[in-house]
């Protein structure tokens, strides 16, 4: 039997302004969700238009208000940041980053070519980079922040099948460190969230069959399947002032198979 979940209501997230990327399904999706869901002011960039203009309309539906979403190809680094910049002037400045983006292709040592390292880190590993590039100087406007990098757990338990994606999620942790103390002098926090397995429709339909569910199984501590949307509660957490000194950190969401 599953537990019922009381979850939290963060007060200071209230009014607050969020930037998520690719945030139209899944984990982003959840996220941009869970914040509108506490009162923050939400946008997001995606290339899945429908998906975001369902997920935008059934935020409104439920009462949660109007979330901001651009069309957007995050691999290419001066159209997010001009996304960002109009958010930022239709909003206000941003004291939320969630870099969530990422796209876990499969492929084999030797099939990447120069140029497919340059793709898989284009999505997987510089928009994180160039986003807090671009939402820093409104977050120090604001006398303070919170960056939030989705890493992986996948890498540390030695998941083959995605070489380049790998190396792009383990770069999570060393830019989460790599920051943490030029932005902590101006009371931006930045700390990695590493989902484990998670349930999304692409997870369920492109790589979960009988075998990985059973992998699951036996390596998780907990019984039960996790959730974008158990995912997008850490992130809450660590975006909110209830995690105030907590900063240059990694925080696993994994069921305890790490
Ligand atoms: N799902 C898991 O099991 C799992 C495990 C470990 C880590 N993660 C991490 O969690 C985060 C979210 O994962 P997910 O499973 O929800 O991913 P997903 O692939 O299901 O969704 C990614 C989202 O990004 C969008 N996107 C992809 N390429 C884009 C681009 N070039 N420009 C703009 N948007 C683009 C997609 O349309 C989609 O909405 C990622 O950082 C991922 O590495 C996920």
């Not at 996220?31 to 869901?37: E, K, N, Q, R």
């Not at 977050?139 to 998941?159: D, V, Y």
Request: aromatic share 8%.
């Amino acid at each position: 039997m599953v537990m019922k979940r009381s979850l939290a209501v963060f007060p200071s997230l209230r009014g607050q302004r969020v930037f998520v990327t690719g945030g139209a399904t899944a984990v982003g999706a959840a996220i941009v969700s869970a914040f509108a869901a506490q009162g923050a002011q939400v946008a997001f960039v995606d290339v899945a238009d429908e998906d975001s203009q369902q997920l935008v309309a059934d935020i409104q539906a439920q009462g949660f208000g109007t979330v901001w979403w651009r069309h957007c190809d995050v691999c290419d680094v001066a159209a997010l940041q001009a996304a960002m910049a109009d958010a930022r002037q239709e909003l206000g400045d941003f004291s939320i980053l969630v870099n969530n983006v990422a796209s876990d292709d499969r492929h084999t040592l030797e099939s990447v070519t120069p140029d497919y390292w340059d793709e898989r880190m284009a999505v997987n590993q510089r928009p994180a980079f160039f986003a807090i590039q671009a939402v820093v100087p409104g977050m120090r406007r604001l006398g303070g922040g919170a960056i939030i990098n989705l890493g992986s757990t996948g890498w540390q338990q030695k998941s083959g099948g995605y070489p380049c994606y790998a190396v792009a999620k383990s770069s999570m942790n060393g830019l989460t460190r790599g920051l943490a103390e030029t932005l902590g002098a101006d009371r931006i926090r930045i700390n990695t969230v590493s989902p484990g397995w998670v349930m999304t429709p692409r997870q369920l339909s492109k790589w979960l069959d009988d075998a990985t569910l059973g992998q699951i199984r036996h390596n998780q501590c907990l019984p039960d399947m996790i959730q974008a949307s158990d995912v997008a509660r850490m992130v809450l957490f660590l975006a909110s002032d209830d995690a105030a000194m907590c900063t240059a950190q990694e925080f696993k969401v994994d069921a305890g198979w790490n």
